[in-house]
């Protein structure tokens, strides 16, 4: 069941007493996670970057799609840009249903696809009456040839503050965040018309309602506000108290291998 749209996964308000898992996490791991899952280790076809981890983290090389933990071994799963990416995303998904007992998912949008297209990424997704649906790629009716990723990814984020609030506080804009509990409600490959429509024709005005939901002004500067905050609050803990990074996956064997 969704219970919520997050600003970003470093956003999430975990207790510290719970365990924390993070599936493919790649070059950016996120801080609170106790476990990871990484797949490719030392493959970077799927991400931007090398693999990284902070030291105090523990590192387990398994596929996402099989997780070697018990049944609600987990009190909270991380999973950020990695679905996409996925040959089973139901069986992706139910994983970490069966692991854990909550946990977020963030994945790229439609539009985001569209906007910044990459070829490792098999799935488009959106969510629809709280449902995560994808849709596969290779079935839709365009092509992704055009990519504005250099501007919306690369530039406006690190550029305009204004473009930086609209992704925070806009679900389905260029990204679709999704927290969870107790399960996912998931939808691969619609067949029905309804949520077909959204992935093989041209978007209706009720469409682009449904998608983005009209807001009043107060709720609209209330979650404005609220991701103006946590980003001047970010930037500032930042600021004043730097702490260490992710060490590459070299470094971290290295240090294992001291203790």
Request: glycine content about 4%; proline content about 6%.
């Amino acid at each position: 069941m969704k219970i919520g749209s997050p600003i970003d996964k470093d956003s999430l308000l975990i207790k510290k007493r719970l365990i924390v898992l993070e599936v493919g996490p790649g070059s950016n791991p996120t801080k609170r996670s106790n476990v990871l899952v990484e797949k490719f280790v030392n493959d970077n076809r799927h991400r931007r970057g090398d693999f990284k981890i902070y030291p105090n983290q523990k590192l387990i090389q398994a596929d996402g799609e099989t997780l070697p933990f018990k049944d609600k071994e987990f009190d909270y799963v991380i999973c950020s840009h990695v679905l996409e990416h996925a040959e089973d995303p139901a069986r992706f998904v139910n994983e970490q249903v069966r692991v854990s007992k909550m946990g977020y998912l963030e994945v790229p949008s439609l539009i985001g696809e569209f906007l910044a297209p990459k070829s490792s990424h098999k799935w488009v997704i959106l969510d629809i009456d709280d449902k995560l649906v994808l849709y596969e790629k290779s079935k839709l009716p365009f092509d992704f040839t055009p990519d504005f990723g250099n501007v919306f990814l690369n530039y406006l984020p690190y550029k305009s503050l204004l473009y930086k609030l609209l992704c925070m506080s806009k679900q389905n804009f260029l990204a679709v965040k999704y927290e969870w509990k107790d399960s996912v409600d998931i939808i691969v490959n619609p067949e029905d018309d309804y949520y077909k429509s959204f992935f093989t024709e041209r978007w209706t005005p009720e469409m682009v309602q449904k998608i983005f939901p009209q807001r009043s002004v107060a709720k609209e500067l209330s979650e404005i506000f609220k991701s103006f905050s946590y980003y001047a609050k970010s930037k500032l803990r930042r600021t004043i108290f730097p702490s260490g990074g992710p060490v590459s996956y070299e470094e971290y064997i290295n240090r294992t291998n001291q203790k």
